[in-house]
């Protein structure tokens, strides 16, 4: 039984620059969401995706921010010219709409550092 | 007002008590109710789901709900040191496919 997977786990980059993650849902999940939280704080929603339609976008994402989810699989979130508020935890969770209740599964994260 | 409020601690238990979790939400369309665990550095992980009112069991874990009272509580028995850890409460609306999270409380268990 293989969880969310993300890439890379953790990331260092200096302010200016532009990251991207990935995201790997659980197989058989057809929602993917993205979250960010920062020390102290519950997770932030930022995106969501059913299949490959991008359904809700939080106004925390900003136009430097972009996510994907080409073929309804995978997803990338890119960050462009990072600032030093974008240091935080990026999660990723996934659920089936086949299940009731929308039960929301978490990969490990992706800890962004900017210098 | 946040739309989930939990208290966030520290709250200490010592071991092998009762651990007593709180959370109140301000949306009235939310649906359902998730209680996450989550260890330093760690990602949530989900360890109760819960829907309608009343009580749901699992293990050493109840949550409870109250609509009307837009109430929902997590409870543990014979806590241990290995339920140390920030405990996350979350309501789903389905209106908008997200969950929203309260802060955290931070839950201590002493041996």
């Known amino acids: 039984d293989t969880g969310v997977s993300q890439d890379p786990r953790h990331k260092i980059t200096k302010r200016g620059q532009n990251v991207t993650f990935r995201c790997d849902p659980i197989s058989e999940h057809n929602r993917l969401y993205w979250y960010r939280q920062t020390l102290g704080q519950g997770p932030e929603f930022l995106t969501y995706?059913?299949?490959?339609?991008?359904?809700?976008k939080s106004r925390l994402l900003s136009d430097r921010f972009s996510a994907e989810r080409p073929k309804g699989s995978f997803s990338t979130l890119e960050i462009q010219r990072t600032e030093q508020g974008d240091s935080a935890m990026y999660l990723c969770a996934s659920s089936s709409t086949r299940i009731s209740y929308n039960e929301q599964f978490f990969g490990p994260g992706t800890r962004l550092t900017v210098l | 007002q946040k739309e989930v409020e939990q208290n966030s601690g520290p709250l200490s238990v010592p071991e092998g008590a009762i651990a007593s979790l709180n959370c109140t939400y301000s949306?009235?369309?939310?649906?359902?109710f998730f209680w996450y665990r989550q260890y330093s550095g760690k990602s949530p992980e989900l360890i109760m789901s819960?829907?309608?009112?009343g009580d749901k069991e699992d293990g050493r874990f109840t949550a409870q709900l109250n609509k009307a009272s837009q109430y929902v509580s997590l409870l543990i028995r014979d806590s241990q040191p290995s339920d140390s850890a920030t405990y996350l409460c979350?309501?789903?609306?389905?209106?908008?496919?997200?969950?929203?999270f309260g802060q955290g409380t931070t839950l201590q268990v002493k041996p």
């Open positions: 995706f059913q299949n490959e339609a991008q359904l809700e």
């Open positions: 819960i829907y309608s009112n």
């Open positions: 949306d009235r369309v939310s649906q359902s």
């Open positions: 979350a309501a789903y609306s389905g209106n908008t496919g997200k969950l929203i």
